[in-house]
Antibody, heavy 122, light 108 residues
């Protein structure tokens, strides 16, 4: 079964750090671009970051640039999001999503994890 | 950055009725537009990609149309499980991969 499972969320104080993980299974992880998307409580979807298949290229939303770092370990089939200098406005459910980019599947986010909640509060 | 505007914000319909959801882009995205469905407490699910292609396993009552700046998601006859929030996403000019603000489809 094709699956993405996030972990690592929790409660953290403003200014703190957290590392999210996204474990992939059931497909050739190293062939796909991957993304992080977040959703604040009661709000819409917001794209956060993306990484290409071999990890050599990354992009970030302006709101997280310089604070968040996306990475991947293709040997471990795992995607990461290192979040530093966290703010209250970073509070959200964080989803990882697979992106075939039209090469191995549709040009869209075709598989999503169940999400992990990050709460930034004192 | 391309901005996507969805309308209406909320759509109230009954099962069996036809639903028409709109997504307008601030500049042309060609046909690089996707639609997602999200139910409460669940992750988004891909419905439509490249404006009009149904994703694997998506029922035929869901269809997408449009190109350039104006797009439509149509649900031909609403089933009870279709009441959810729907998001459009542009894949033409990234980063960022922008989403619309969503349309909530609720039971009338």
């Amino acid at each position: 079964e094709v699956q993405l499972v996030e972990s690592g969320g929790g409660l953290v104080q403003p200014g703190g750090s957290l590392r999210l993980s996204c474990a992939a299974s059931g497909f050739t992880f190293s062939s796909y671009w991957m993304h992080w998307v977040r959703q604040a409580p009661g709000k819409g979807l917001v794209w956060v970051s993306r990484i290409n298949s071999d990890g050599s290229s990354t992009s970030y939303a302006d709101s997280v640039k310089g604070r968040f770092t996306i990475s991947r370990d293709n040997a471990k089939n795992t995607l990461y999001l290192q979040m530093n200098s966290l703010r209250a406005e970073d509070t959200a459910v964080y989803y990882c999503a697979r992106d075939p980019r039209g090469e191995w599947g549709p040009d869209a986010f075709d598989i999503w994890g169940q999400g992990t909640m990050v709460t930034v509060s004192s | 950055e391309i901005v996507l505007t969805q309308s209406p914000a909320t759509l109230s319909l009954s099962p069996g009725e036809r639903a028409t959801l709109s997504c307008r882009a601030s500049q042309s995205v060609s046909s690089y537009l996707a639609w997602y469905q999200q139910k409460p407490g669940q992750a988004p699910r891909l419905l439509i990609y490249d404006a009009s292609n149904r994703a694997t396993g998506i029922p035929a009552r869901f269809s997408g149309s449009g190109s350039g700046t104006d797009f439509t998601l149509t649900i031909s006859s609403l089933e009870p499980e279709d009441f959810a929030v729907y998001y459009c996403q542009q894949r033409s000019n990234w980063p960022p991969d922008t989403f619309g603000q969503g349309t909530k489809l609720e039971i009338k």
